[in-house]
Protein backbone atom coordinates (compact mmCIF):
# COMPACT_ATOMS: atom_id res chain seq x y z
CA UNK A 1 0.00 0.00 0.00
CA UNK A 2 1.52 3.28 -0.54
CA UNK A 3 2.49 5.72 1.46
CA UNK A 4 -0.06 8.24 -0.56
CA UNK A 5 -2.91 5.79 -0.19
CA UNK A 6 -3.84 7.19 3.09
CA UNK A 7 -2.79 7.80 7.41
CA UNK A 8 0.67 9.67 6.69
CA UNK A 9 0.64 12.72 7.77
CA UNK A 10 3.57 14.45 6.42
CA UNK A 11 5.14 17.92 8.00
CA UNK A 12 5.54 19.73 4.79
CA UNK A 13 3.40 21.84 1.80
CA UNK A 14 0.43 23.26 3.68
CA UNK A 15 -2.25 23.40 2.00
CA UNK A 16 -5.21 26.20 2.62
CA UNK A 17 -8.59 25.35 2.00
CA UNK A 18 -9.74 28.27 0.64
CA UNK A 19 -13.44 27.93 0.14
CA UNK A 20 -14.01 26.72 3.57
CA UNK A 21 -11.55 28.91 5.48
CA UNK A 22 -10.03 32.17 5.79
CA UNK A 23 -7.06 33.23 7.64
CA UNK A 24 -6.48 32.25 11.08
CA UNK A 25 -3.20 32.82 13.36
CA UNK A 26 -3.20 29.63 15.42
CA UNK A 27 -4.88 26.12 15.18
CA UNK A 28 -6.97 27.26 18.12
CA UNK A 29 -10.36 28.19 16.52
CA UNK A 30 -14.01 26.76 15.49
CA UNK A 31 -14.59 24.69 12.54
CA UNK A 32 -16.12 26.90 9.98
CA UNK A 33 -20.22 27.17 10.03
CA UNK A 34 -21.38 25.10 6.99
CA UNK A 35 -23.24 26.20 4.14
CA UNK A 36 -26.04 23.60 4.20
CA UNK A 37 -27.32 22.44 0.50
CA UNK A 38 -30.73 21.80 -0.09
CA UNK A 39 -31.31 21.23 -3.72
CA UNK A 40 -29.31 18.17 -4.14
CA UNK A 41 -30.91 15.22 -5.35
CA UNK A 42 -28.98 11.49 -4.38
CA UNK A 43 -29.66 9.50 -7.40
CA UNK A 44 -27.54 6.65 -7.14
CA UNK A 45 -25.75 3.91 -4.81
CA UNK A 46 -22.74 3.01 -3.88
CA UNK A 47 -22.73 -0.67 -6.09
CA UNK A 48 -23.86 1.38 -9.10
CA UNK A 49 -20.78 3.49 -8.87
CA UNK A 50 -18.53 0.46 -8.63
CA UNK A 51 -20.24 -0.95 -11.36
CA UNK A 52 -19.07 1.81 -13.70
CA UNK A 53 -15.64 0.66 -13.50
CA UNK A 54 -14.61 -1.65 -15.78
CA UNK A 55 -10.88 -1.97 -16.93
CA UNK A 56 -9.42 1.35 -15.46
CA UNK A 57 -9.44 4.61 -13.84
CA UNK A 58 -12.59 6.21 -15.65
CA UNK A 59 -13.76 10.17 -15.37
CA UNK A 60 -17.23 9.86 -14.12
CA UNK A 61 -19.28 12.15 -16.82
CA UNK A 62 -23.05 11.46 -15.17
CA UNK A 63 -24.93 14.06 -12.72
CA UNK A 64 -25.09 11.41 -9.97
CA UNK A 65 -24.88 12.20 -6.15
CA UNK A 66 -24.67 9.58 -3.65
CA UNK A 67 -24.60 10.83 0.41
CA UNK A 68 -22.61 8.81 3.25
CA UNK A 69 -21.33 8.59 6.68
CA UNK A 70 -17.93 9.75 7.53
CA UNK A 71 -16.49 7.08 9.53
CA UNK A 72 -12.72 8.17 8.93
CA UNK A 73 -10.70 11.07 11.02
CA UNK A 74 -6.70 12.63 10.92
CA UNK A 75 -7.73 14.33 13.86
CA UNK A 76 -5.25 11.97 15.74
CA UNK A 77 -2.97 11.88 12.58
CA UNK A 78 -3.53 8.26 11.47
CA UNK A 79 -5.28 8.97 8.54
CA UNK A 80 -4.13 11.41 6.00
CA UNK A 81 -5.98 12.90 2.95
CA UNK A 82 -8.40 10.27 2.70
CA UNK A 83 -11.82 10.73 3.99
CA UNK A 84 -13.88 7.65 4.20
CA UNK A 85 -17.81 6.59 4.26
CA UNK A 86 -20.29 4.37 4.44
CA UNK A 87 -23.44 4.14 3.10
CA UNK A 88 -25.28 3.92 6.36
CA UNK A 89 -24.97 4.48 9.98
CA UNK A 90 -25.14 1.42 11.55
CA UNK A 91 -25.82 -1.32 9.00
CA UNK A 92 -23.89 -0.42 5.66
CA UNK A 93 -23.82 -2.49 2.87
CA UNK A 94 -20.70 -0.78 1.45
CA UNK A 95 -17.94 1.45 1.89
CA UNK A 96 -15.87 4.27 -0.30
CA UNK A 97 -12.94 6.50 0.26
CA UNK A 98 -12.50 10.11 -1.09
CA UNK A 99 -8.96 10.92 -1.75
CA UNK A 100 -8.44 14.49 -1.38
CA UNK A 101 -5.71 17.42 -0.60
CA UNK A 102 -7.38 18.96 2.59
CA UNK A 103 -5.63 19.16 6.36
CA UNK A 104 -7.68 19.00 9.67
CA UNK A 105 -10.43 17.76 7.66
CA UNK A 106 -11.90 16.54 10.79
CA UNK A 107 -12.85 19.87 11.44
CA UNK A 108 -14.93 20.56 8.38
CA UNK A 109 -16.36 16.25 7.95
CA UNK A 110 -16.70 14.82 11.18
CA UNK A 111 -16.97 11.13 12.33
CA UNK A 112 -20.67 10.58 11.73
CA UNK A 113 -21.55 13.49 9.04
CA UNK A 114 -24.09 13.11 6.93
CA UNK A 115 -22.02 14.15 3.63
CA UNK A 116 -23.21 14.61 -0.53
CA UNK A 117 -20.94 14.01 -3.52
CA UNK A 118 -21.60 14.95 -6.92
CA UNK A 119 -19.69 12.81 -9.12
CA UNK A 120 -19.66 14.32 -11.90
CA UNK A 121 -16.01 15.24 -12.80
CA UNK A 122 -14.60 13.07 -10.38
CA UNK A 123 -11.80 9.54 -11.12
CA UNK A 124 -12.86 6.58 -10.45
CA UNK A 125 -9.79 3.89 -9.77
CA UNK A 126 -9.27 0.31 -8.30
CA UNK A 127 -6.18 -0.07 -6.59
CA UNK A 128 -5.00 -3.40 -5.32
CA UNK A 129 -8.59 -4.18 -5.53
CA UNK A 130 -10.09 -1.04 -3.34
CA UNK A 131 -12.88 1.70 -5.27
CA UNK A 132 -11.34 5.17 -4.39
CA UNK A 133 -12.79 8.60 -5.50
CA UNK A 134 -10.74 11.62 -6.48
CA UNK A 135 -8.78 13.76 -8.63
CA UNK A 136 -5.93 12.06 -11.39
CA UNK A 137 -2.45 11.45 -11.80
CA UNK A 138 -0.88 9.80 -14.65
CA UNK A 139 1.86 7.29 -14.50
CA UNK A 140 3.93 5.83 -17.67
CA UNK A 141 0.65 7.23 -19.59
CA UNK A 142 -1.66 5.36 -17.15
CA UNK A 143 -4.47 7.09 -15.27
CA UNK A 144 -4.63 6.82 -11.18
CA UNK A 145 -6.82 8.20 -9.04
CA UNK A 146 -5.13 10.97 -6.72
CA UNK A 147 -6.01 13.73 -4.10
CA UNK A 148 -8.87 15.39 -5.53
CA UNK A 149 -7.31 19.26 -5.19
CA UNK A 150 -8.37 21.52 -2.52
CA UNK A 151 -9.80 24.18 -4.52
CA UNK A 152 -12.08 21.81 -6.32
CA UNK A 153 -13.18 20.18 -3.03
CA UNK A 154 -16.16 22.46 -2.18
CA UNK A 155 -17.91 21.32 -5.64
CA UNK A 156 -17.89 17.75 -5.14
CA UNK A 157 -18.51 17.37 -1.32
CA UNK A 158 -21.41 18.92 0.77
CA UNK A 159 -22.31 18.41 4.33
CA UNK A 160 -25.67 18.08 5.23
CA UNK A 161 -27.01 20.05 7.80
CA UNK A 162 -28.14 17.63 10.46
CA UNK A 163 -26.00 17.21 13.61
CA UNK A 164 -23.81 14.25 12.98
CA UNK A 165 -24.88 10.45 14.27
CA UNK A 166 -23.41 7.94 16.31
CA UNK A 167 -21.91 5.19 14.02
CA UNK A 168 -22.53 1.66 15.11
CA UNK A 169 -19.67 -0.46 14.38
CA UNK A 170 -19.91 -4.07 12.46
CA UNK A 171 -19.49 -6.71 14.77
CA UNK A 172 -17.09 -8.78 12.82
CA UNK A 173 -14.60 -11.63 13.35
CA UNK A 174 -11.05 -12.00 11.68
CA UNK A 175 -11.72 -15.40 9.72
CA UNK A 176 -15.24 -14.00 8.35
CA UNK A 177 -14.24 -10.80 6.95
CA UNK A 178 -16.26 -9.84 3.20
CA UNK A 179 -15.27 -7.51 0.31
CA UNK A 180 -18.51 -5.43 1.06
CA UNK A 181 -17.04 -4.59 4.26
CA UNK A 182 -13.89 -2.61 3.18
CA UNK A 183 -14.32 0.84 3.86
CA UNK A 184 -16.60 0.70 6.51
CA UNK A 185 -15.93 0.55 10.26
CA UNK A 186 -15.88 -2.95 12.29
CA UNK A 187 -15.58 -3.74 15.71
CA UNK A 188 -12.95 -7.16 16.32
CA UNK A 189 -13.56 -8.23 19.45
CA UNK A 190 -11.47 -10.75 21.82
CA UNK A 191 -7.82 -10.03 20.11
CA UNK A 192 -4.46 -8.69 21.39
CA UNK A 193 -1.21 -7.87 19.80
CA UNK A 194 0.77 -10.54 18.90
CA UNK A 195 3.38 -11.55 22.07
CA UNK A 196 6.71 -10.51 19.75
CA UNK A 197 5.62 -7.21 19.00
CA UNK A 198 4.54 -6.36 22.64
CA UNK A 199 6.56 -3.72 23.92
CA UNK A 200 7.15 -2.31 20.69
CA UNK A 201 5.34 1.56 19.86
CA UNK A 202 2.41 1.63 17.79
CA UNK A 203 4.89 2.65 14.77
CA UNK A 204 8.43 3.34 13.86
CA UNK A 205 8.98 7.35 13.36
CA UNK A 206 7.72 8.55 10.16
CA UNK A 207 7.19 5.26 8.92
CA UNK A 208 3.59 3.25 7.92
CA UNK A 209 4.24 0.38 10.40
CA UNK A 210 2.18 -2.96 10.30
CA UNK A 211 1.71 -4.25 13.88
CA UNK A 212 -0.18 -7.26 14.25
CA UNK A 213 -3.64 -8.43 15.83
CA UNK A 214 -4.39 -12.18 16.67
CA UNK A 215 -7.81 -13.49 18.46
CA UNK A 216 -7.93 -16.80 20.38
CA UNK A 217 -7.94 -18.98 17.39
CA UNK A 218 -4.60 -17.98 15.88
CA UNK A 219 -6.51 -15.78 13.20
CA UNK A 220 -3.90 -12.48 12.16
CA UNK A 221 -5.09 -9.14 10.90
CA UNK A 222 -2.76 -6.08 10.11
CA UNK A 223 -3.34 -3.02 12.53
CA UNK A 224 -1.82 -0.28 10.19
CA UNK A 225 -0.78 2.67 12.17
CA UNK A 226 1.25 6.01 10.65
CA UNK A 227 4.45 7.18 11.74
CA UNK A 228 2.92 10.43 11.85
CA UNK A 229 0.43 9.86 14.19
CA UNK A 230 0.32 11.74 17.99
CA UNK A 231 0.44 8.09 19.47
CA UNK A 232 3.40 7.08 17.12
CA UNK A 233 5.26 6.40 20.01
CA UNK A 234 2.83 4.91 22.62
CA UNK A 235 3.30 1.35 23.28
CA UNK A 236 1.15 -1.08 22.23
CA UNK A 237 -1.85 -2.28 24.89
CA UNK A 238 -0.57 -5.90 26.83
CA UNK A 239 -4.13 -7.07 27.36
CA UNK A 240 -6.70 -8.14 25.41
CA UNK A 241 -10.79 -6.55 23.82
CA UNK A 242 -12.02 -5.31 21.10
CA UNK A 243 -10.56 -2.76 18.48
CA UNK A 244 -12.54 -0.44 16.36
CA UNK A 245 -11.29 0.83 12.85
CA UNK A 246 -12.08 1.27 9.19
CA UNK A 247 -11.06 -2.09 7.52
CA UNK A 248 -9.04 -1.84 4.26
CA UNK A 249 -7.82 -4.38 2.02
CA UNK A 250 -4.34 -4.58 0.13
CA UNK A 251 -5.31 -6.82 -2.57
CA UNK A 252 -5.63 -10.42 -0.26
CA UNK A 253 -4.64 -8.65 2.96
CA UNK A 254 -7.33 -6.96 5.10
CA UNK A 255 -5.95 -4.14 7.33
CA UNK A 256 -7.56 -2.25 10.22
CA UNK A 257 -7.08 1.57 10.82
CA UNK A 258 -8.05 3.22 14.04
CA UNK A 259 -8.71 6.37 14.53
CA UNK A 260 -7.15 7.14 17.52
CA UNK A 261 -6.68 5.07 20.73
CA UNK A 262 -9.94 5.57 21.98
CA UNK A 263 -10.71 2.69 19.57
CA UNK A 264 -8.96 0.19 21.61
CA UNK A 265 -10.64 -1.34 24.63
CA UNK A 266 -7.72 -3.92 25.86
CA UNK A 267 -8.60 -4.72 29.69
CA UNK A 268 -9.19 -8.21 29.69
CA UNK A 269 -6.88 -10.67 30.23
CA UNK A 270 -4.64 -12.08 27.27
CA UNK A 271 -6.42 -15.39 25.78
CA UNK A 272 -5.42 -18.48 26.96
CA UNK A 273 -2.61 -20.12 24.87
CA UNK A 274 -3.99 -22.52 22.25
CA UNK A 275 -2.69 -25.99 21.45
CA UNK A 276 -2.76 -26.62 17.91
CA UNK A 277 -0.15 -28.58 17.00
CA UNK A 278 0.08 -31.85 17.51
CA UNK A 279 2.14 -34.56 16.81
CA UNK A 280 1.46 -38.76 15.94
CA UNK A 281 3.19 -41.62 15.03
CA UNK A 282 -0.08 -43.02 13.08
CA UNK A 283 0.48 -40.60 10.43
CA UNK A 284 2.66 -42.06 7.98
CA UNK A 285 3.91 -42.48 4.46
CA UNK A 286 1.83 -45.00 2.71
CA UNK A 287 2.25 -44.99 -1.02
CA UNK A 288 4.70 -43.23 -3.40
CA UNK A 289 4.25 -43.59 -6.87
CA UNK A 290 6.72 -43.06 -10.09
CA UNK A 291 4.53 -44.21 -13.16
CA UNK A 292 6.39 -46.16 -15.88
CA UNK A 293 3.82 -44.61 -18.68
CA UNK A 294 2.92 -41.21 -17.06
CA UNK A 295 5.20 -38.82 -14.54
CA UNK A 296 3.04 -36.61 -14.64
CA UNK A 297 0.72 -39.01 -12.20
CA UNK A 298 3.35 -38.80 -9.76
CA UNK A 299 2.25 -38.70 -6.07
CA UNK A 300 2.52 -39.32 -2.08
CA UNK A 301 0.16 -40.61 0.25
CA UNK A 302 -0.31 -40.18 4.02
CA UNK A 303 -2.20 -42.69 5.99
CA UNK A 304 -3.40 -41.78 9.35
CA UNK A 305 -4.40 -44.87 11.47
CA UNK A 306 -6.38 -43.36 14.36
CA UNK A 307 -9.71 -43.55 14.65
CA UNK A 308 -9.68 -39.27 15.37
CA UNK A 309 -8.37 -36.74 12.60
CA UNK A 310 -5.22 -35.22 13.34
CA UNK A 311 -4.31 -31.59 12.39
CA UNK A 312 -1.15 -31.50 10.23
CA UNK A 313 -0.42 -27.90 11.14
CA UNK A 314 3.52 -27.46 11.25
CA UNK A 315 4.06 -30.83 10.03
CA UNK A 316 6.48 -30.59 6.77
CA UNK A 317 7.07 -33.33 4.20
CA UNK A 318 10.87 -33.36 2.99
CA UNK A 319 12.55 -34.58 -0.03
CA UNK A 320 16.31 -35.47 -0.39
CA UNK A 321 17.45 -35.62 -3.92
CA UNK A 322 19.16 -38.35 -4.69
CA UNK A 323 22.23 -38.46 -2.29
CA UNK A 324 22.01 -35.26 -1.08
CA UNK A 325 22.48 -35.11 2.84
CA UNK A 326 20.40 -31.29 2.89
CA UNK A 327 16.39 -30.96 2.30
CA UNK A 328 16.29 -30.51 -1.52
CA UNK A 329 12.47 -29.22 -1.07
CA UNK A 330 9.61 -29.29 1.27
CA UNK A 331 5.82 -29.11 1.48
CA UNK A 332 3.93 -27.33 4.58
CA UNK A 333 1.12 -29.28 5.27
CA UNK A 334 -0.10 -26.35 7.74
CA UNK A 335 -3.78 -26.15 6.87
CA UNK A 336 -4.44 -29.62 6.10
CA UNK A 337 -5.97 -32.15 8.52
CA UNK A 338 -6.10 -35.81 7.57
CA UNK A 339 -8.82 -37.33 8.78
CA UNK A 340 -9.66 -40.87 10.72
CA UNK A 341 -8.44 -44.21 9.02
CA UNK A 342 -7.96 -41.60 5.77
CA UNK A 343 -5.67 -40.64 3.38
CA UNK A 344 -3.78 -37.29 1.90
CA UNK A 345 -2.84 -37.24 -1.31
CA UNK A 346 -0.25 -34.83 -2.46
CA UNK A 347 0.11 -34.16 -6.39
CA UNK A 348 2.58 -31.86 -8.41
CA UNK A 349 0.24 -32.20 -11.18
CA UNK A 350 -3.56 -31.38 -10.35
CA UNK A 351 -5.29 -31.84 -13.77
CA UNK A 352 -2.97 -34.56 -14.41
CA UNK A 353 -3.48 -36.64 -11.34
CA UNK A 354 -7.69 -36.00 -11.70
CA UNK A 355 -7.44 -36.94 -15.69
CA UNK A 356 -5.67 -40.38 -14.56
CA UNK A 357 -7.38 -41.07 -11.66
CA UNK A 358 -10.50 -39.74 -11.72
CA UNK A 359 -10.71 -37.37 -8.91
CA UNK A 360 -9.08 -34.39 -7.38
CA UNK A 361 -5.95 -34.66 -5.64
CA UNK A 362 -5.85 -32.76 -1.56
CA UNK A 363 -2.62 -31.06 -1.51
CA UNK A 364 -1.50 -29.44 -4.80
CA UNK A 365 2.42 -28.83 -4.80
CA UNK A 366 4.72 -27.85 -7.48
CA UNK A 367 7.46 -29.72 -9.52
CA UNK A 368 10.73 -30.88 -8.07
CA UNK A 369 8.46 -31.19 -4.97
CA UNK A 370 8.78 -34.08 -2.74
CA UNK A 371 5.14 -35.41 -4.34
CA UNK A 372 7.43 -35.18 -7.56
CA UNK A 373 10.44 -37.84 -7.11
CA UNK A 374 11.65 -39.92 -9.89
CA UNK A 375 12.20 -42.66 -7.36
CA UNK A 376 15.72 -42.61 -5.93
CA UNK A 377 14.72 -39.50 -3.67
CA UNK A 378 14.52 -39.98 0.13
CA UNK A 379 11.61 -38.40 2.34
CA UNK A 380 10.56 -37.67 5.68
CA UNK A 381 7.42 -36.73 7.56
CA UNK A 382 8.14 -34.30 10.02
CA UNK A 383 6.10 -32.74 12.87
CA UNK A 384 5.10 -29.17 14.40
CA UNK A 385 8.17 -29.45 17.25
CA UNK A 386 11.26 -30.77 14.49
CA UNK A 387 10.58 -34.40 15.51
CA UNK A 388 11.49 -36.41 12.34
CA UNK A 389 8.16 -39.29 12.67
CA UNK A 390 8.63 -41.22 9.43
CA UNK A 391 11.49 -41.73 6.83
CA UNK A 392 11.30 -43.57 3.66
CA UNK A 393 14.94 -44.59 2.06
CA UNK A 394 18.34 -44.26 3.90
CA UNK A 395 19.47 -40.21 3.76
CA UNK A 396 22.57 -40.10 1.86
CA UNK A 397 22.45 -42.70 -0.06
CA UNK A 398 20.97 -42.50 -3.97
CA UNK A 399 17.90 -45.15 -4.59
CA UNK A 400 19.22 -46.08 -7.97
CA UNK A 401 20.05 -50.28 -7.20
CA UNK A 402 18.85 -50.21 -3.95
CA UNK A 403 15.89 -51.32 -1.70
CA UNK A 404 14.92 -48.53 -1.89
CA UNK A 405 14.50 -47.19 -5.33
CA UNK A 406 10.89 -46.91 -6.47
CA UNK A 407 12.01 -45.76 -10.11
CA UNK A 408 9.27 -45.98 -12.72
CA UNK A 409 7.13 -47.58 -10.06
CA UNK A 410 5.82 -48.22 -6.87
CA UNK A 411 6.47 -47.88 -2.87
CA UNK A 412 3.54 -49.57 -0.37
CA UNK A 413 3.29 -49.70 3.19
CA UNK A 414 2.54 -53.07 3.95
CA UNK A 415 -1.14 -53.22 5.01
CA UNK A 416 -0.14 -54.43 8.60
CA UNK A 417 1.99 -51.52 9.40
CA UNK A 418 0.08 -49.07 11.58
CA UNK A 419 2.72 -46.84 12.85
CA UNK A 420 5.40 -44.49 11.52
CA UNK A 421 9.19 -45.27 11.64
CA UNK A 422 11.56 -42.71 11.74
CA UNK A 423 14.08 -45.35 10.71
CA UNK A 424 13.50 -47.10 7.05
CA UNK A 425 12.65 -50.37 7.52
CA UNK A 426 12.85 -52.53 4.49
CA UNK A 427 10.41 -55.19 6.11
CA UNK A 428 8.00 -52.54 6.19
CA UNK A 429 7.57 -51.87 1.99
CA UNK A 430 6.71 -53.72 -1.23
CA UNK A 431 8.44 -52.34 -4.17
CA UNK A 432 8.38 -52.02 -7.36
CA UNK A 433 11.04 -50.59 -9.67
CA UNK A 434 13.02 -50.74 -12.79
CA UNK A 435 16.10 -51.86 -11.59
CA UNK A 436 16.03 -52.19 -7.88
CA UNK A 437 18.23 -54.30 -5.33
CA UNK A 438 17.23 -58.16 -4.53
CA UNK A 439 14.02 -58.43 -2.46
CA UNK A 440 12.08 -55.52 -4.82
CA UNK A 441 9.96 -56.54 -7.51
CA UNK A 442 11.66 -55.21 -10.65
CA UNK A 443 8.55 -54.55 -12.41
CA UNK A 444 7.29 -51.59 -13.60
CA UNK A 445 4.17 -50.00 -12.90
CA UNK A 446 1.55 -48.01 -14.99
CA UNK A 447 -1.15 -45.56 -13.55
CA UNK A 448 -3.80 -45.99 -13.44
CA UNK A 449 -4.35 -49.84 -13.07
CA UNK A 450 -1.03 -49.97 -11.09
CA UNK A 451 -1.70 -47.97 -8.63
CA UNK A 452 -4.32 -47.44 -5.62
CA UNK A 453 -4.67 -43.72 -4.28
CA UNK A 454 -6.88 -42.73 -1.60
CA UNK A 455 -7.26 -46.61 -0.71
CA UNK A 456 -5.14 -48.56 2.29
CA UNK A 457 -4.61 -51.92 1.37
Known sequence: MTLTSFTLKTTTGIFVLAALIGCVKDQNFDAPKKSCEVDLEVNTTFTDVKNLYVDGTVQIQDDLVIEGYVISS???????STLHFQDDPGNPAEGLQLEFDVRDSHLFYPIGSKIYVK?????????KDVYKLGGVFTSFGNLS?????????SQHLYVSCSDPVSITPIEARIDALEEHMVNTIVELKNVEIIDDELGL???EVREETERTLIDCDDNEIVLLNSGYSDFQSTLLPEGSGSVVGVLLKETSRYMLVIRDLNDIDFQEERCAEVIDEFTSNAVFISELADPDNNSGARFVELYNARTEGVSLKGWNLNRYTNDNMEISSTVDLSGFEIGPESTLLISPNATEFETVYGFAPD???GTNSPADSNGDDNLQLVDPFGTVIDTFGIIGE?????NHEF?????????????????????EWI???DTGAAGTINQPQNAPADFTPGIRN
Open 363 to 365: VVV
Open 407 to 427: EDGRALRKPEIFEANANYNFE
Open 74 to 80: DEAGNFF
Open 201 to 203: PFA
Open 398 to 402: DGSGT
Open 119 to 127: LKGLYLGKQ
Open 145 to 153: VGRLPANVV
Open 431 to 433: LYN
